[in-house]
């Protein structure tokens, strides 16, 4: 069984671009996760997709969004990129009972210069 | 404020040794707790977890244990082994039916010396 990809592996933007980066989970899996990841701050939960809505939301500002399509994967949009928005991040994917272990991909990295 | 907290940022232990890894929690809510590994460059891999209504989960090398009333929990790899040097993360999770929303820590960087 294939794992979660996540595209682009790596992206450089500048500030006040905007970015997208996308997600395709594990066939089967219909809950779909979004982290970022920076030095010091572990794993930092952006938002939860599941049949296509968002069910749980994090505390990121408004520029964060995401939407999930009827095949379950998932696109994460980060509008007016700001410096510190540079970060890995991580998508995750797991089967629809809360308590499941998330299956991870190799993550986005995102530079913003 | 964290809600989950790995308060040693690094870790070194000899090759065959006992590694012990620590986390705490605040809230009183989580009931589902997990360890995360991290290699350079991927993603986390799922090591292990342990409900709220056991103590003790064993799996092989790793042993998870969860002292509720401390609000603590902890992952023992034995023996440690070179390749368990990696990023290790905590994770918990105040399960329901409406949604997964798992609280990670900031990890701690184990290093396995041969």
């Known amino acids: 069984k294939a794992g979660v990809t996540q595209t682009p592996r790596y992206l450089i933007k500048t500030r006040g671009q905007q970015v997208t980066l996308s997600c395709s989970p594990i066939?089967?899996?219909?809950?779909v996760s979004w982290y970022q990841q920076t030095p010091g701050q572990g794993l930092q939960f952006l938002f939860e997709?599941?049949?296509?809505?968002?069910?749980n939301k994090g505390n990121f500002p408004g520029r964060f969004s995401g939407r999930q399509f009827s095949n379950s994967r998932s696109e994460m949009n980060v509008s007016t990129l700001e410096l510190g928005d540079s970060a890995l991040y991580l998508c995750?994917?797991?089967?629809?009972?809360?308590?499941?272990?998330?299956?991870f991909g190799p993550g986005t990295r995102l530079t913003v210069l | 404020d964290q809600q989950v907290k790995q308060n040693s940022p690094s870790l070194s232990v000899q090759e065959g040794r006992i590694s012990i890894l620590n986390c705490d929690y605040t809230?009183?809510?989580?009931?589902?707790f997990l360890w995360y590994k991290k290699y350079p460059a991927e993603g986390p891999t799922f090591l292990i977890s342990?409900?709220?209504?056991?103590d003790k989960n064993e799996d092989g090398r790793f042993t998870v244990f969860l002292n509720k009333s401390a609000k603590h929990l902890s992952l023992h790899i034995v023996p440690s082994q070179p390749g368990d040097s990696a990023v290790y993360f905590c994770?918990?999770?105040?399960?329901?039916?409406?949604?997964?929303?798992?609280?990670f820590g900031p990890g701690t960087r184990l290093s396995v010396l041969p």
């Open positions: 995750a994917s797991s089967v629809w009972t809360s308590g499941n272990e998330q299956f």
């Open positions: 066939s089967g899996h219909r809950s």
């Open positions: 997709y599941f049949s296509e809505t968002q069910r």
């Open positions: 809230n009183s809510m989580f009931d589902y």
């Open positions: 342990i409900s709220s209504i056991k």
């Open positions: 994770a918990a999770s105040a399960g329901d039916n409406y949604g997964q929303n798992f609280v």
